[in-house]
């Protein structure tokens, strides 16, 4: 798993960290600029309000020494002797105006718009604007004047004066009001009857602007009570209604447009930078996220593909290989291991054609022209190795090459155990070559090894061929059982083997039938010398448990140089001559003559005959049934074909049935007997099945199966009512083929019969492979039924067998009643035989239907 980056699952993805990371920072910044701005603010008001308090102040001061100058100069006027003398009674105007004591320099020099001097009733002297003026001073003094007088009396005394300010001529002025009096020590006078003296002084534009630039203010004027704008401030001028009003200066403000705007901008600047900080790093932590999503979801791609690999390796049979680019192996999956018992380190980085050869081809010769070939392809190649123990196995082995930036960099692929595969094969293989019993060739192989024998025609080898027939075998079958005939056959295969050398050739072409294959053995003499040696080497004694046998046999001779190169002639030529040896009392040999040519003769006639008669329609159908044994009523129908031939009559087909399934004739003549069967039958009772025989021929040289198909298609006979008798013949050839055929039959809904069961050497094994459904016991065994031997725990036997398997069956040749009561003892399902019914023509088979149950059999039957 080293290839697997680890992302840890449990952290958040950066994204969401860096989201969080972004609004804090962005909180802070916000925070620093807010408190910054604040502080800033805070400056600039307080400076603000100290520069407002301090021309507050300065103006207070301004005014107040205006009051104090007024109050001292007024002073100067009213403590005064003079004063006292020609103003306090009677006004002497011309003391005060002409002799300018009190005169018109007041205004003119001092600026006092108004000059009054007054007592509780009147006024005495008035001076405005330094005219002198007869209106009183209340035309004036918009404020009452008693009050005045009155606190200016009071504070006499001390010398004092009084101050306030009041609207003169309607327009603000400073009023300084003073009682008259000498300038004495100690008051001398009453002062609440002394007149008073008041100085008015305006404020107007000239005297302001003198204020201002005393008290180092600007903008100063006068104003009605109103609102104030933020730059300027004011005082009140008494209860006049109006106020002092001036500009202050706002450094605060200053400050403010002084730092604001660099401030704010360097903000801005730093909150732009900030912004694209942030956006670099959000869409950087999403590119980061989306790499890891990738990245884990390809992990995870990776692991499950990793997984899948890893079951598949481990759980397929085949074990994978890699090499590199030298063939050297570069890895094994454990199923090696398994197969093939080594460890992988064994053979890692050894040479695979170390490890596993090829018999056609070199391994890496093979490999090389996989880089060459079409990517697409996986080539196979049967490989063999010693597996750790050192047995031979062998392996089916795929490769592809490994292109690694359109380099080859190697080589990858499975090897499948086919050892099993290859030993069955082989068995296969042999068994289709050789005879199950002896294990000596068979018709098969017999064929092809004359095949390449006469390939060279003239100029090969002189051939003879010896076609050898055991006599007296089959009593000894027959009396003593399949076992004895196996020992038998198994003695003489021996024998015959030891007898030849090794370029000849023994086959065994089923019964008791052999054919001998003899290299380079032509003069009559040495054939007429083995050929003695051979019957007399047969003829000695076999020992078979306890017992002494004796079979002898007869020969036929067939050779080249005499004969021809054709294998099937050579044959038809040996049989001839065996024929005649067995004609010629047995135990000898013959060789062929052209005079025995009257027995091809004959044959050949036949065969014509044989081919007229499927014309002529000469064939016939007779019918056998077949019974139920508890209730004895017929179940079944058995057809069998005889030939009315036109001048010999009616012959059975043990007479010509070889004859055609040597011919091919067996397959017209099949379809015929099928069609017919199935087209007579269609009119008789519907549970009524019918069996047809098969034979072997047929399967081999025609296909059955749509032959049948087309006939049930043709006749509408129902296929469940239609049974076929197969006998194991069948299966020896073509064991795979055989199977195949009759699955095929099976699923066209007819019935599979094994016929002449027990006759076999292997049917024990091919009922539970094949799909029958019936079987048929072969009459040899029920013939042996009434004697007490063997073959009635032989019946036993196969009813028992039949019925574990459920299958039905069928005892054919019964011929009396013991043999019937015996079955029926068994409990056999169902018998054929002469003792029932005999095959009869269609018509009497009619006529027995027609006749109630049981009516036609022997009455010990019943
Ligand atoms: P098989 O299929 O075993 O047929 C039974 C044979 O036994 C029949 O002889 C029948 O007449 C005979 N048989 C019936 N009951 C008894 C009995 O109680 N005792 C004795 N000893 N024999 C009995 P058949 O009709 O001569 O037929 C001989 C063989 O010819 C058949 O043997 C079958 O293999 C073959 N054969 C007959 N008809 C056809 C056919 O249409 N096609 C093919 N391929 N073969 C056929
Ligand atoms: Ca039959
Ligand atoms: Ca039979």
Redesign the pocket.
């Known amino acids: 798993m080293d290839r697997i980056v680890e992302v840890s699952s449990t952290s958040p993805p950066p994204t969401l960290q860096t989201r969080k990371l972004i609004a804090s920072i962005a909180t802070l910044f916000a925070l620093a600029c807010l408190i910054a701005l604040g502080a800033l603010f805070n400056i600039a008001t307080s400076l603000n309000a100290d520069e407002r308090e301090k021309s507050s102040f300065y103006a207070h001061k301004a005014l107040e020494q205006r009051l104090e100058a007024a109050r001292q100069f007024l002073s100067s006027y009213a403590v005064w002797d003079a004063a006292y003398e020609h103003l306090n009674g009677a006004a002497d105007l011309k003391w005060a105006h002409e002799e300018k004591n009190v005169g018109d320099s007041l205004y003119t020099a001092s600026g006092f718009e108004g000059v009054f001097v007054v007592d509780d009733h009147s006024t005495k002297y008035a001076l405005f604007k330094g005219q002198l003026s007869s209106a009183p001073a209340s035309t004036y003094i918009d404020d009452a004047l008693a009050p005045i007088i009155a606190q200016a009396r009071n504070v006499a005394a001390e010398r004092q004066q009084i101050t306030r300010h009041i609207l003169f001529n309607a327009w603000p002025a400073v009023l300084s009001a003073a009682a008259i009096r000498p300038d004495d020590e100690e008051l001398g006078i009453d002062p609440q009857t002394t007149s008073v003296m008041i100085f008015v002084d305006q404020l107007t534009p000239e005297k302001l602007a003198n204020l201002s630039a005393g008290a180092g203010l600007t903008g100063m004027r006068i104003e009605k009570t109103g609102a104030l704008a933020a730059d300027e401030s004011s005082l009140p001028l008494g209860t006049t209604g109006y106020r002092l009003e001036w500009l202050t200066p706002r450094p605060g403000d200053q400050l403010l447009w002084a730092v604001l705007p660099p401030l704010l901008g360097a903000m801005l600047v730093l909150g732009l930078l900030m912004v694209y900080f942030f956006r670099y790093a959000l869409r950087t932590s999403r590119e980061i996220d989306g790499t890891l999503q990738r990245l884990q979801a390809s992990n995870l791609a990776l692991e499950a593909s990793e997984q899948r690999f890893r079951a598949v390796a481990e759980a397929a049979s085949d074990w994978i290989w890699e090499t590199d680019r030298h063939h050297r192996l570069s890895y094994l999956s454990q199923r090696f291991v398994a197969v093939t018992g080594f460890s992988t380190e064994d053979w890692l980085g050894q040479p695979i054609n170390q490890l596993l050869s090829c018999e056609t081809t070199p391994l890496t010769l093979w490999l090389d022209n996989q880089a060459d070939s079409d990517p697409g392809q996986m080539a196979n190649l049967r490989c063999g190795y010693r597996d750790q123990n050192g047995q031979l196995r062998f392996c089916r082995v795929s490769a592809r090459s490994i292109m690694i930036k359109g380099k080859l960099a190697g080589f990858r692929g499975t090897a499948s155990d086919i050892t099993d595969e290859v030993a069955a094969h082989a068995r296969i293989q042999h068994l289709s070559m050789h005879d199950a019993l002896t294990g000596l060739a068979n018709r098969n192989k017999l064929s092809r090894f004359l095949e390449q024998a006469l390939l060279k025609g003239q100029d090969a080898a002189p051939l003879t061929l010896l076609l050898l027939d055991l006599d007296s075998f089959k009593p000894i079958n027959d009396s003593l059982g399949h076992a004895a005939g196996d020992a038998v056959l198994l003695e003489v295969a021996t024998r015959l083997r030891e007898s030849t050398r090794d370029g000849d050739l023994v086959a065994r072409l089923g019964g008791d039938e052999f054919v001998l294959v003899m290299n380079g053995m032509d003069s009559r003499n040495e054939i007429d010398r083995f050929c003695a040696r051979l019957i007399d080497n047969l003829h000695q004694p076999i020992h078979f448990e306890e017992q002494i046998l004796h079979v002898g046999a007869s020969l036929g001779v067939a050779q080249t140089r005499l004969q021809g190169f054709d294998a099937g002639e050579l044959i038809r030529c040996a049989d001839i001559a065996l024929y005649q040896a067995k004609a010629d009392g047995k135990n000898t040999w013959r060789y062929f003559s052209p005079e025995m040519n009257e027995q091809i003769q004959y044959r050949r006639q036949l065969e014509n005959d044989l081919r007229k008669a499927l014309k002529n329609n000469e064939f016939v159908?007779?019918y056998?049934p077949r019974y139920r044994l508890d209730t004895l009523q017929i179940v079944s129908v058995?057809?069998?074909?005889?030939w009315q031939h036109p001048v010999e009559g009616l012959l059975?087909?043990?007479t010509f049935?070889p004859l055609?399934?040597q011919t091919d004739l067996?397959v017209p003549?099949?379809r015929w007997?099928l069609r017919e069967?199935c087209e007579t039958a269609r009119s008789w009772p519907q549970e009524l099945l019918v069996s047809?025989?098969?034979?072997p021929?047929?399967f081999s040289r025609s296909d059955v199966v749509s032959d049948v198909y087309k006939i049930l298609v043709d006749t509408g006979f129902p296929a469940q009512r239609l049974e076929l008798?197969i006998?194991e013949n069948v299966m020896l050839n073509d064991i795979e083929g055989a199977l195949g055929t009759m699955t095929a039959l099976k699923e066209l809904g007819v019935r599979l019969n094994m016929?002449?069961f027990g006759t076999g050497y292997s049917s024990l094994g091919y009922l539970r492979t094949y799909p029958f459904d019936s079987i048929?016991i072969?009459?040899r065994f029920?013939?042996g039924l009434s004697s007490d031997g063997n073959d009635r725990a032989v019946v036993q036997a196969i009813i028992n067998l039949g019925k574990a398997m459920g299958l039905t069956v069928t005892a054919?040749?019964?011929?009396t009643e013991q043999q019937l009561k015996a079955l029926s003892k068994e409990k056999c399902h169902e018998v054929?035989?002469?003792?029932?019914s005999?095959?009869i023509d269609k018509q009497a088979f009619e006529q027995l239907l027609r006749q109630p149950v049981g009516a036609g059999l022997p009455r010990d039957a019943m």
Do not use: C, M, W
Request: proline share 4%.
């Open positions: 159908l007779h056998q058995e057809a069998l074909v005889r059975g087909p043990d049935i055609a399934e067996i003549l099949g007997v069967a047809v025989n098969l034979s021929a047929q008798e006998t016929d002449d048929k072969d009459k029920i013939a054919e040749g019964v011929e054929q035989g002469f003792y029932l005999r095959p």
